[in-house]
């Protein structure tokens, strides 16, 4: 392995990260995995290892009954007790506070967290992989950071109560870069002002947001083709799954002048011009 020469430095965990509420609709990462790549898991400890924690999965509750929530790292926890604990990590990110959950109970962990990055900790998986007392990356596994997300619909005020929420989401997550690194907060918030970045194996480390090199080669996370909202009707049952209630997607619909995806075909359905999502489709995407 490569040793970081302010590891020494690095290694302390970031304070807790309070004030910032709590929702199911305060996403990083919409893109869906593929079915036959979600996977979490316990592994005991073997003798002369730490037990292991993977999380190759989406943050939060999947709506389809997987996803890595807090409540089954705080069972995980549980069940290792007072150990160490290896954290693999490999995961597009999620639902912000379940990150921010995660992160929280890691850090008050009694025994050493060891974070090993795998393949990818973007957005809210990379906020959890700040709590590591050590955090190894692959040489060719990645960290992506990037500003906070989320789907609106509501008055002017609610935009701006919007706009101030993701403000205070992108804030505390900077600071908990800027912690980890011991570089300034600001340093992050001009590198994520409107674009993701992505930091490789070494390039995590010169950023602060590692520690060392592993000898072991990365799996990229792989993606589904189809699950992100394509059309109406996928429109539709994404916006259903992210809990907008059916009268606010219609109100949506009509916005942009379009039926409700859910609603019968009329006598001349097919014959309507097709509206252009694709600025709809754009904002929707991370």
Do not use: C
């Not at 606010?248 to 097919?270: C, D, F, M």
């Amino acid at each position: 392995m490569q040793r970081n020469g302010l590891i020494g430095v690095r290694a302390q965990r970031p304070p807790e990260i309070s004030g910032v509420g709590a929702g199911e609709n305060w996403k990083f990462e919409t893109t869906a995995l593929a079915a036959d790549f979600k996977h979490f898991e316990i592994r005991a400890a073997a003798e002369g290892q730490n037990p292991t924690i993977s999380i190759f999965d989406y943050i939060g509750d999947d709506g389809d009954g997987g996803g890595v929530t807090d409540k089954r790292i705080a069972a995980a926890l549980r069940q290792i007790g007072n150990r160490d604990v290896d954290i693999e990590i490999n995961s597009p990110g999620g639902n912000y506070f379940q990150g921010v959950a995660i992160y929280n109970l890691l850090r008050r962990h009694p025994k050493a967290v060891n974070v090993q990055i795998l393949g990818i900790a973007a957005s809210a998986a990379s906020v959890i992989a700040m709590a590591g007392d050590s955090i190894a990356i692959a040489h060719n596994a990645e960290i992506m950071i990037h500003e906070a997300t989320g789907i609106f619909i509501g008055t002017k005020s609610e935009m701006a109560a919007a706009v101030d929420t993701l403000t205070h989401i992108d804030d505390a997550m900077v600071a908990t870069y800027a912690a980890r690194s011991g570089r300034p907060a600001e340093d992050f918030s001009s590198m994520i002002a409107g674009k993701d970045v992505f930091f490789r194996g070494q390039e995590a480390i010169d950023a602060g947001l590692a520690d060392i090199l592993m000898e072991r080669e990365a799996e990229m996370p792989v993606y589904a083709e189809s699950d992100f909202p394509s059309d109406k009707a996928s429109l539709d049952r994404f916006l259903a799954k992210q809990d907008m209630p059916r009268a606010a997607r219609r109100e949506l619909y009509r916005a942009i002048g379009t039926q409700n995806a859910a609603e019968p075909a009329t006598q001349n359905a097919g014959d309507e011009p097709q509206p252009d999502f694709s600025a709809l489709l754009k904002a929707l995407t991370v």
